[in-house]
T-cell receptor, first 113, second 115 residues
Framework: AQSVTQLGSHVSVSEGALVLLRCNYS??????LFWYVQYPNQGLQLLLK??????LVKGINGFEAEFKKSETSFHLTKPSAHMSDAAEYFC???????????FGAGTRLTVKP | EPEVTQTPSHQVTQMGQEVILRCVPI?????FYWYRQILGQKVEFLVS????????KSEIFDDQFSVERPDGSNFTLKIRSTKLEDSAMYFC?????????????FGPGTRLTVL
């Protein structure tokens, strides 16, 4: 069974500051990992996904995430926050042969001017 | 850009009533999914559907739930006798291939309120 844990239900940064959203996974099979963003009153949009091709994954809107097997982590980063990044971010995991994704509890990102 | 659509955006129903939530997946996609998100909680997988059959379902997806692809474009989730705890945002998603080789695209959701 797979699961993810997102550390911090709420993260607040200043505009232009580094964004770091933490995600740790648990999986009995090689994991596939995802980050989704949810803007208010909208559905989930894929930011990036890890499928074992490369440990550093670049996504949309300047976000990237690094898969670290030794730390069972897949933290999401962005060098410089923008006001438009304010949203809820979800980490998710799936396993080989599985067709369901397990989501974390989400982290709400607030960006202060 | 093609997108997943869902109707209605908000459904209010009385406890015990049946509801049908509708989704139109992206046209060349073959895999379909339902998820739900209770207010303030995580997104939870309900069911996946391929080739007119359920391929996986979670423990949440009990006998009160059913899914159907009644025609070539719609994908529905039926809740037979709604309970208060069914109040949630329900998301439909579709993918061309199985995950992770392909991306799941999510619809905007239907907010179900059970009174």
């Amino acid at each position: 069974a797979q699961s993810v844990t997102q550390l911090g239900s709420h993260v607040s940064v200043s505009e232009g500051a580094l964004v770091l959203l933490r995600c740790n996974y648990s999986s009995s099979v090689p994991p596939y990992l995802f980050w989704y963003v949810q803007y208010p009153n909208q559905g989930l949009q894929l930011l990036l996904k890890y499928t074992s091709a490369a440990t550093l994954v670049k996504g949309i809107n300047g976000f990237e995430a690094e898969f670290k097997k030794s730390e069972t982590s897949f933290h999401l980063t962005k060098p410089s926050a923008h006001m438009s990044d304010a949203a809820e971010y979800f980490c998710a995991v799936s396993g080989t042969g599985n067709n369901d994704m397990r989501f974390g509890a989400g982290t709400r990102l607030t960006v202060k001017p | 850009e093609p997108e997943v659509t869902q109707t209605p955006s908000h459904q209010v129903t009385q406890m015990g009533q049946e509801v049908i939530l509708r989704c139109v997946p992206i046209s060349n996609h073959l895999y379909f999914y339902w998820y739900r998100q209770i207010l303030g909680q995580k997104v939870e997988f309900l069911v996946s559907f391929y080739n007119n059959e359920i391929s996986e379902k979670s423990e949440i997806f009990d006998d009160q739930f059913s899914v159907e692809r009644p025609d070539g474009s719609n994908f529905t989730l039926k809740i037979r006798s709604t309970k208060l705890e069914d109040s949630a945002m329900y998301f439909c998603a579709s993918s061309r291939d199985t995950i992770p080789s392909d991306t799941q695209y999510f619809g905007p959701g239907t907010r179900l309120t059970v009174l």
